[in-house]
């Protein structure tokens, strides 16, 4: 009898898929939707900024030669979802694959007074507004979506976290020289509490619609440069086997086989990608 040889790659074929990406206005986001491009997926960009989805969507359509959908919608409010999730299913547009990408990503202020990253000086509205964000609203996102491919039979769930999901933060690479305990910058709680929390909704959606061939896995990515402080990416790449930070396109065939049948036995897991840092 002989055997029939697939072509390479064909496993990553997602040509006749539907993708949906939230957060899909920022950097990784937009290199998410490059990549499922690239496997042959249709994708959907969402957002809640409209402008700032409309710029996303003209640099895919110029790199790609492809303009992807894009909708504005707020991941924190399950009516924004539910709407966006009526209006394509009205339009026979199903989604196969979601990826949980929004997240509020902390930036250091340099002149504030009180330096609010601290545990200590933490507001609580900062709180509540980032794990609405980074957590309840991949939460959201899984629920209805997830739902409709439960419904189905078939679909991926793929969350994005990060390398800080299995270490803590080293918060000396945030330290400014000349500045006292109490004014020293710091990876900010919600940070890890969130990409912590992504890998147990992971696991928890993993098994929740195994039955329906819904499978749910993580992205855990490591740092990626992008014109960081010289003194920031000097001490952060010491503690990188392969001494440097990752370039934004690295994520693209991580993304590709947790999306495609490359990975179909592939369930509930983290894959890490941080250049080795997190073994070192």
Not at 44 to 51: A, F, N, R, W
Not at 76 to 105: C, G, M, R
């Amino acid at each position: 009898m002989k055997i029939e040889i697939e072509k390479p790659f064909t496993k990553f074929d997602l040509t006749n898929k539907t993708a949906l990406v939230t957060g899909a206005a920022g950097l990784l986001g937009i290199e998410h939707t490059k990549a499922l491009i690239e496997s042959g997926a249709r994708v959907i960009m969402t957002d809640i900024s409209q402008e700032a989805l409309a710029l996303a969507a003209k640099n895919v359509k110029s790199e790609m030669g492809i303009c992807p959908d894009s909708f504005t919608m707020d991941v924190t409010n399950e009516t924004s979802v539910l709407a966006l999730n009526d209006k394509i299913i009205k339009e026979e547009i199903f989604v196969d694959i979601l990826i949980n990408n929004a997240a509020i990503d902390p930036k250091v202020d340099k002149d504030i007074l009180v330096e609010s990253s601290r545990l200590e000086n933490f507001s609580l509205d900062n709180w509540d507004y980032e794990l609405e964000v980074g957590l309840k609203g991949a939460m959201i996102c899984s629920k209805v979506f997830g739902h409709e491919m439960a419904k189905r039979h078939n679909g991926v769930i793929l969350n994005i976290s990060s390398d800080l999901s299995i270490f803590s933060p080293d918060q000396r690479l945030y330290m400014k020289e000349g500045i006292d305990e109490e004014f020293q910058p710091v990876k900010p709680v919600t940070y890890s509490v969130i990409k912590h929390g992504l890998i147990g909704l992971t696991k928890y959606l993993a098994t929740y619609w195994a039955s329906k061939n819904v499978r749910c896995n993580a992205l855990s990515p490591g740092g990626v440069f992008v014109n960081q402080e010289k003194d920031f990416v000097k001490k952060l790449i010491k503690l990188i086997p392969q001494n440097r930070m990752a370039n934004r396109e690295e994520y693209h065939g991580a993304i590709q086989f947790l999306c495609s049948d490359a990975s179909a036995y592939m369930n509930g897991q983290n894959i890490v990608m941080d250049g080795g840092r997190s073994i070192w």
